[in-house]
């Protein structure tokens, strides 16, 4: 077990759950490093959530900005995000207002509209007010607002002994600067300018007092502006305008990198343009090339095992994203030994952080390489990426930063040598387990007692071995043919050991990880799908895996849970002890469909998408909880998940290529579909934009009960495609 100390430690990085989000539906906003949580008023108010806000570079520059009209908030009417994720808009209006002077003013004569999007580090706010009233009518505009300048981790729900020095705000006609300088020696700015001029200003509040005519309309503009960005020089409400234009664009033209499906079931298509959308947003631009970040709110930022996961779920669609990815790891990648930050030479970034926390080193995440699998898995992209492209080129760039993420996994990665790949944090301040499941009571024997380290999980084991073989298919694209050689012979080697050391025959499956004494933790988990997902696992095996993973203590009709019901430690609403990712059942359901599993994948794709029309905006989250599917019931949220949140907007696509078998063949210009089906919601799809091979490729599918018919809408160039029917 833990000691109490090590536990406590682990547990600081726990996110609260003091409030659901379901209780405040939350609307999300992100652009590049910033990104904004508030209420379907459009209102951050503390105390509800907690987590409200504008969000810069993990600190917190807008903690307080809500809206009243006549001394009382408005009556919500609708709210919603846009469909491409451009713009957040409320309807709202007046409630009956009884006037101190006896004139009463009715509910519903004031119309508001509050639009509100995130570009070129700044929020932009426009409030337009409209009088349905046949007379003239006097009412005040007041917004209130705050800046804590919290660190995100404070924010998650951290507490900290000592902060830095909040400074006066400095008030202007039209604006006001908000500022803090930590402890760090920062100075974090927030600038809020208005348009019109407000009657009244202070460091806290603005006011209008307006006199709107019968059918007249008046716009009010709000910019705020983090750090030292630069104002366009524009007023308030030309730079929404411009700004708005721009960050559209910059929308549209990242969708339209991506290959598109669509089909005859508009509830798919709905989530489909929905995940792109997601997908789209979370995308920031580095220098290395595009990089999704992991989520919003509590993840906005490079992660490397969920950058390499989404560049796996969306190869087919858009290999720019895993170039971007793989790129910007390289340039990330652990040169030297530091025991603060988990890293050793060659091993590949976990987390990126910017806050006053990270740089005092109060959390060790300021540039941290505690996960174990993000190395393997980067190697594995590098191949999948040639494997997709043939881009040679960026295949030789990336090879010196494949070779040191192969010697780390050979040499700091097998702390024993015995062969597999372990972690063992290097510090108490860091992540106690360092998988996808990294919250500290996640990996567990049969009893409940937590495995002790150096740990090697299942799921790792499988990702080393896929490795081994990726790089020799780069070593030998790239003339390397003893390399080659050499990874292929350890990739045989580590099958043999898996097999021999993770199954386990009475469990019907792997086990979910061996401990630092090798003794196995005997519990059915998710993770053992991803030994299918790689094929390290043996054919013989496939069969039982499955069945484990399809039984009803597994799979809870949504999705396969992470995991069984029959666990000492099972928890349907725990992050990794039960609950439902959409994810990991996306690359669960990719192991299925390579080992011939198709009818089994495609139940999976049909419990997570009837999930997704339950949930808002269409939207699938980070998790769900476990909870069996019941008649007429939708799944059951977890309070504080990510949405939008990168693997999970991904997932849908993955599971297209599960059940389509979906592949390619650069070589001959042709794009692969092994035994394809569609599941009983999807009738016809349509693929458009299939790059390959310098060409480009439109294909129409059919269901054809168990198989599925296909015709060509559109090629460009020499392409085509092949179809390997059962």
Known sequence: MQSS??????????????????????????????????????????????THGLFHRDTRHLSK????????????????????????????????LSGRDGADLAHSLIHLRRQRFLFGAACHDSLTLHNFDVVSRDIEIAFDFAADFADLFEVRGARRTRRGVFHQPRVWEDRVQLAYTGLDGQTRRTVLRFDPQP?????ER????????????????????????????????????????????????RNARAASATSSNQYFNDGLRRASSDLAVLVTDTPEGPYPYAGVPWFSTAFGRDALITAFETLWMDPTLARGVLLYLAANQAKVFDAAADAEPGKIL??????????????????????????PLFVMLAAAH??????????????????????????HGDRDGDGFVEYHRQTDEGLSNQGWKDSHDSISHEDGSLARGPIALVEVQA??????????????????????????????????????AFFDEALGTYVLALDGDKKPCRVRSSNAGHALFTGVARPERAASVVSALMSTASFSGWGVRTLSEEAVRYNPMSYHNGSVWPHDNALIAMGFARYGFKAEALRIFEGLFRASITF???????????????????????????????WASAAPFALLQAALGLGFDVGRGRVTFDRPALPDFLDELVLKGVVIAGGKLDVKILRAGSSAAFSVLSRVGDVGLIVEKP
Request: aromatic fraction near 10%; include cysteine; proline fraction near 4%.
């Open 616 to 646: 808002d905006l269409r939207r699938l989250p980070e998790l769900f909880c476990g909870f069996p599917r019941a008649r007429n019931l939708g799944p059951v949220s977890y309070p504080v998940a990510c949405a939008p949140q990168a």
């Open 199 to 203: 009657t009244e200003l202070t460091g």
């Open 463 to 500: 990702y080393v071995y896929a490795a081994w073989l990726g790089a020799a298919r780069l070593a030998r694209a790239l003339g390397m043919d003893r390399e080659a050689a050499a990874q292929e012979a350890r990739a045989g080697v580590l099958r043999d050991r898996f097999d021999a």
């Open 5 to 50: 100390e090590r536990v406590d430690a682990a547990l600081d990085y726990v996110i609260a759950a003091e409030t659901s989000h379901i209780e405040i539906t939350p609307r999300a906003l992100k652009n590049e490093d910033s990104f904004a949580v508030f209420d379907a008023h459009g209102d951050a108010t503390p105390g509800t959530g907690g």
């Open 386 to 411: 040639f494997d997709r492209t043939g881009d040679l080129q960026t295949a030789e760039a990336l090879w010196p930063s494949v070779k040191a993420a192969l010697d780390w996994i050979a040499v």
């Open 206 to 253: 603005a006011r209008y007092a307006l006199t709107l005519a019968a059918g007249e309309t008046l716009g009010l503009f709000i910019e705020v502006r983090f750090n030292d960005a630069a104002e366009s020089g524009r007023s308030a409400r030309l730079g929404f305008r411009s700004a708005l234009h721009s960050a559209r664009a910059a929308l549209r033209e």
């Open 65 to 96: 900005l809500f809206l009243t009209l006549c001394g009382v908030r408005p009556l919500l009417l609708s709210s919603t995000v846009r469909e491409d994720n451009a713009t957040f808009t409320c309807d709202m209006t007046n409630p009956h």
């Open 350 to 375: 976990h987390e990126v952080r910017y806050g006053e926390m990270a740089e005092l080193g109060e959390v060790p995440f300021r540039r941290y390489y505690g996960s174990v699998d993000s190395t």
